[in-house]
């Protein structure tokens, strides 16, 4: 996993074992997530939506770099998912067992040995390899900046297909916004979809 995180397979890097220590550090984490006081935690409750676009977003992630033999990123993004899970306090089996298939060419030692604690009898690399499921990979809101009279004032997270109306009600409610309708009127509310909102007062 270490020689893998060093950089890309085909060029020269320099080799210090210090960097050990940051691929262990993620190792251990990624074991706690299974984990609640020394025992085996596992929750057979049904994933969220922001849960499941963790694993999937990772899995399109690292099968595409297995492609390009970039395995350095893949290291990364293990990395950011489990940070991801670990801040969701997630211990769901839906997400962690397919994130162990994805683990285990990497880190085959620590995932079998996780595998059989997960219930199976037989060894992860009988085990499918997860695919990815783009619906989970679609972005359902988008962050707009949120500019009055051009210059931008704050942000807001919106549903992309809102309709006008609806996204102008919210962002005139918003409690930053109120600073700057302060005695003034809107004369102008413009949308670019996915881009900008900005408000036009006078």
């Given at each position: 996993?270490?020689?893998?995180?060093?950089?890309?397979?085909?060029?020269?890097?320099?080799?210090?074992?210090?960097?050990?220590?940051?691929?262990?550090k993620?190792?251990?984490?990624?074991?706690?997530?299974?984990?609640?006081?020394?025992?085996?935690?596992?929750?057979?409750?049904?994933?969220?939506?922001?849960?499941?676009?963790i694993?999937?977003?990772?899995?399109?992630?690292?099968?595409?770099?297995?492609?390009?033999?970039?395995?350095?990123?893949?290291?990364?993004?293990?990395?950011?998912?489990?940070?991801?899970?670990?801040?969701?306090?997630?211990?769901?089996?839906?997400?962690?067992?397919?994130?162990?298939i994805?683990?285990?060419?990497?880190?085959?030692?620590?995932?079998?040995?996780?595998?059989?604690?997960?219930?199976?009898?037989?060894?992860?690399?009988?085990?499918?390899?997860?695919?990815?499921?783009?619906?989970?990979?679609?972005?359902?809101?988008?962050?707009?900046?949120v500019?009055?009279?051009?210059?931008?004032?704050?942000?807001?997270?919106?549903?992309?297909?809102?309709?006008?109306?609806?996204?102008?009600?919210?962002?005139?409610?918003?409690?930053?916004?109120?600073?700057?309708?302060?005695?003034?009127?809107?004369?102008?509310?413009?949308?670019?979809?996915?881009?900008?909102?900005?408000?036009?007062?006078?």
């Amino acid at each position: 996993l270490y020689e893998m995180f060093l950089g890309p397979i085909e060029q020269h890097k320099p080799w210090n074992t210090n960097g050990i220590d940051g691929v262990h550090k993620f190792l251990k984490k990624f074991w706690r997530l299974f984990f609640n006081d020394e025992k085996l935690s596992l929750s057979e409750e049904q994933p969220n939506n922001e849960e499941y676009k963790i694993l999937h977003k990772t899995i399109k992630k690292v099968r595409n770099d297995i492609e390009d033999f970039s395995f350095n990123t893949s290291v990364s993004a293990f990395m950011i998912a489990v940070n991801e899970l670990q801040t969701m306090k997630c211990n769901k089996r839906q997400i962690l067992e397919p994130l162990t298939i994805l683990l285990s060419p990497f880190a085959p030692h620590i995932t079998e040995e996780l595998w059989h604690l997960l219930g199976h009898d037989s060894s992860i690399y009988n085990a499918v390899y997860p695919d990815y499921d783009e619906s989970y990979l679609v972005e359902n809101t988008f962050e707009y900046p949120v500019s009055f009279n051009g210059k931008m004032r704050f942000k807001i997270d919106l549903p992309v297909d809102m309709p006008q109306a609806e996204m102008e009600q919210e962002v005139l409610k918003h409690e930053k916004a109120q600073k700057w309708l302060e005695g003034k009127s809107v004369r102008k509310f413009i949308v670019v979809p996915k881009r900008i909102i900005n408000v036009v007062v006078g």
